[in-house]
């Protein structure tokens, strides 16, 4: 084979090679690279980010380390910004935020008719935690009129106002027609609970509930089971 062939242009290439190992490139079999071709401009660069780091400092902004982390704000808080909902929220203690325009004193909001399972909830709440320590105290098997009895008294030890067993007169056609029905309880005239002692608990049940709330004029009802072994299996709230 002729040298001249494998070689050409070998004179050329050693020659580039012996130049851009002057100017830091690195050698085909390894090598370092001159730091100086990476580091172009850096220290410019990090004279101007020191001083724009300095002017916003001085103008206010904060820093790195004490901005708010994108983790601590809910997933829901972000959604409503990428939706465009115009609206201001801050962030109470314990972590939670709250809208701005809503009241703290009335965290319930009772008239908000976009959520109605919310309604009265916190009051509803405590009604079940009342009825659920009668039944750890007397468990399942007693009658009604039991029931009724230590629910009365557990509702007034945790302060709650009630009325037991109010007429509850039938109104049809501009006449009030008493009827001799009654409400186990009417709590704060807003709940009506009705309390039952049965193997289980039927539509029919759920319906008289129903009726009670609308012969009543309220809007949330609390049925009530003591026969179970377990309270919650017995309990059924209903929303008109």
């Known amino acids: 084979m002729n040298p001249e062939i494998l070689n050409h242009g070998g004179t050329e290439d050693t020659e580039r090679s012996t130049e851009r190992s002057e100017q830091g490139w690195p050698k085909p079999g390894g090598g370092e690279m001159n730091p100086e071709i990476f ?80 309604l009265l909830e916190e009051l509803t709440g405590n009604i079940i935690g009342a009825a659920i ?53 009417l709590v704060d005239a807003n709940v009506v609970v009705e309390l039952k002692a049965v193997d289980a608990l039927h539509d029919v049940h759920d319906a008289q509930l129903l009726t009670y709330l609308k012969l009543a004029g309220c809007k949330v009802g609390l049925l009530i089971n003591f026969n179970v072994a377990v309270l919650r299996n017995g309990l059924r709230r209903r929303v008109l």
């Not at 465009?84 to 972590?95: D, I, L």
């Not at 709250?98 to 319930?108: G, I, K, L």
């Not at 009724?148 to 007169?169: D, G, H, T, V, Y």
């Open 39 to 118: 580091n172009h401009g850096g220290t410019e660069d990090t004279e101007r980010s020191t001083e724009r780091s300095t002017e916003r400092s001085e103008q206010g902004w904060p820093k790195p380390s004490s901005a708010l982390s994108v983790s601590s704000v809910p997933p829901w808080l972000i959604n409503a910004r990428m939706l465009g909902v115009k609206a201001s929220f801050r962030r109470m203690a314990g972590g939670r935020w709250r809208p701005m325009n809503e009241n703290p004193a009335n965290p319930q909001n009772p008239a908000n008719p976009n959520r109605p399972e919310l």
């Open 133 to 185: 320590e009668v039944h750890r105290e007397v468990g399942p098997g007693l009658l009604e009129s039991t029931y009724q009895a230590c629910l009365a008294r557990e509702l007034s030890l945790r302060k709650i106002s009630f009325e037991q067993q109010k007429p509850m007169p039938v109104h049809y056609k501009g006449v009030a027609i008493d009827c001799g029905y009654r409400l186990d309880f």
